[in-house]
């Protein structure tokens, strides 16, 4: 993917991410968050914060929330849009390889169509893993991008990533969860 270009807020690209990105993919990740008072919920790859926008939506007192991207205008945007609907979250701009937190600072970790453009995706997990506290939950959402256009996503992209849609890590055990999002 070109530099710059967003893949998930492009014009041109916008579309792919409108068919899997509805209601029924915001509550999945409610279930899977499970965001509950007092929980530190941290988003790899925030982008201009939708997913931050879907939780505050909930109205969960002392919910904590933490989004993270690389491009410092979609945090901006991001921290202006939850702003706009008067929620509380916290942004920065950060490197999912090189995460500014302290071991075990979050209870929830995710990210969605985020390891596709990785080219570390090992590094990038640990690094989620790292943040992420003992027996809490790692939660990596991709979309299945070759499902949709055979030769489809990055030439990088992991084949795990491309191959399934969830990847769900709880207790230090990787499971691999085939689940479509589709209308």
């Given at each position: 993917?070109?530099?710059?270009?967003?893949?998930?807020?492009?014009?041109?690209?916008?579309?792919?991410?409108?068919?899997?990105?509805?209601?029924?993919?915001?509550?999945?990740?409610?279930?899977?968050?499970?965001?509950?008072?007092?929980?530190?919920?941290?988003?790899?790859?925030?982008?201009?914060?939708?997913?931050?926008?879907?939780?505050?939506?909930?109205?969960?007192?002392?919910?904590?929330?933490?989004?993270?991207?690389?491009?410092?205008?979609?945090?901006?945007?991001?921290?202006?849009?939850?702003?706009?609907?008067?929620?509380?979250?916290?942004?920065?701009?950060?490197d999912a390889?090189?995460?500014?937190?302290?071991?075990?600072?979050?209870?929830?970790?995710?990210?969605?169509?985020?390891?596709?453009?990785?080219?570390?995706?090992?590094?990038?997990?640990?690094?989620?893993?790292?943040?992420?506290?003992?027996?809490?939950?790692?939660?990596?959402?991709?979309?299945?991008?070759?499902?949709?256009?055979?030769?489809?996503?990055?030439?990088?992209?992991?084949?795990t990533a491309?191959?399934?849609?969830?990847?769900?890590?709880?207790?230090?055990?990787?499971?691999?969860?085939?689940?479509?999002?589709?209308?």
């Amino acid at each position: 993917m070109a530099r710059g270009l967003d893949g998930l807020t492009s014009l041109t690209l916008k579309h792919v991410r409108d068919r899997w990105w509805n209601d029924a993919f915001a509550d999945f990740l409610e279930q899977a968050l499970k965001p509950r008072a007092g929980k530190r919920i941290l988003d790899v790859g925030c982008g201009v914060g939708t997913a931050e926008i879907s939780l505050a939506r909930l109205q969960i007192s002392q919910l904590r929330l933490f989004g993270v991207d690389m491009m410092v205008d979609r945090v901006r945007e991001a921290r202006d849009r939850v702003r706009g609907i008067n929620a509380r979250a916290g942004f920065a701009a950060a490197d999912a390889g090189h995460l500014p937190f302290v071991d075990g600072a979050f209870d929830c970790t995710f990210c969605v169509a985020v390891l596709q453009h990785l080219r570390d995706v090992p590094m990038a997990l640990a690094e989620l893993a790292r943040v992420t506290r003992p027996g809490g939950l790692i939660l990596a959402v991709e979309p299945d991008n070759v499902g949709r256009d055979p030769g489809g996503g990055p030439p990088h992209a992991s084949e795990t990533a491309m191959r399934y849609d969830v990847i769900a890590f709880c207790d230090d055990e990787l499971v691999l969860i085939a689940h479509r999002f589709r209308r």
